[in-house]
């Protein structure tokens, strides 16, 4: 099993550009997360999904939309890129429940400029 | 907002002494606590975890202890290496949140040999 898996690793935007950040898992998880985070600072999430159709905001869901058509993919999509938005993304999954060990990707490292 | 809080944010350590991490949490129904070990550029990846039902637990060099009465649940390393110089993040499932995680702030730990 690949677990979870995120593309691209790097990517460099200009301000006002849009981009996708992909992410997708092959265990069969219910619950799907994407998360930031700054350099030198923790984890905050941005949206999360419960399962295929449903969504919800996060902690910090400005400047983002998600979409979730199926149980494995769950793509961030970036519109109008800022510097605000420079960072490391995570996406990450778990089994059915959010009390439940959570399972992250590699991270896409953006950087906004 | 600070619904959990984690000390020290840096901890540096001989090799060989013991380290120990605190998280202090908000809500009182919380009832799962995963610590979480970040390395350079990588991904956060589960190190141990406890649910409110334990009081402890150990896996070889680390332990976890929660104090359901106080709120606070710590991170136990001994016998500490040169590899296990990282990030630790705590992270608790808030009812309040939906019984999602949230996560604390992070310890830089640097063991010096």
């Known amino acids: 099993n690949a677990g979870v898996t995120q593309t691209p690793k790097f990517r460099i935007l200009k301000i006002g550009q849009s981009m996708t950040l992909q992410c997708a898992q092959d265990m069969n998880h219910n619950y799907m997360y994407w998360y930031r985070q700054d350099p030198g600072m923790g984890l905050k999430l941005i949206y999360y999904s419960v399962g295929a159709g449903i969504t919800d905001k996060g902690e910090v869901p400005n400047g983002y939309n998600v979409s979730r058509s199926t149980t494995e993919d769950f793509p961030l999509r970036l519109e109008l890129a800022a510097p605000s938005q420079t960072s490391v993304y995570f996406c990450a999954s778990s089994y059915n429940r959010g009390n439940q060990p959570q399972h992250f990707g590699d991270g896409t490292r953006l950087s906004i400029l | 907002g600070e619904n959990v809080e984690q000390h020290p944010s840096t901890l540096s350590v001989q090799e060989g002494d013991s380290a120990v991490i605190k998280c202090t949490y908000s809500d009182s129904a919380s009832n799962y606590f995963p610590w979480y070990k970040q390395e350079l550029g990588k991904r956060p990846q589960l190190i141990i975890d406890?649910?409110?039902?334990?009081g402890e637990k150990k896996d070889q060099r680390i332990a976890v202890t929660l104090n359901k009465t106080a709120k606070h649940f710590s991170l136990h390393i001994t016998e500490t290496q040169p590899e296990d110089s990282a990030v630790y993040f705590c992270?608790?499932?808030?009812?309040?949140?939906?019984?999602?995680?949230?996560f604390g702030a992070g310890t830089i730990l640097r063991v010096k040999s």
């Open positions: 406890i649910r409110s039902n334990v």
């Open positions: 992270a608790a499932a808030l009812m309040e949140y939906g019984n999602k995680l949230v």
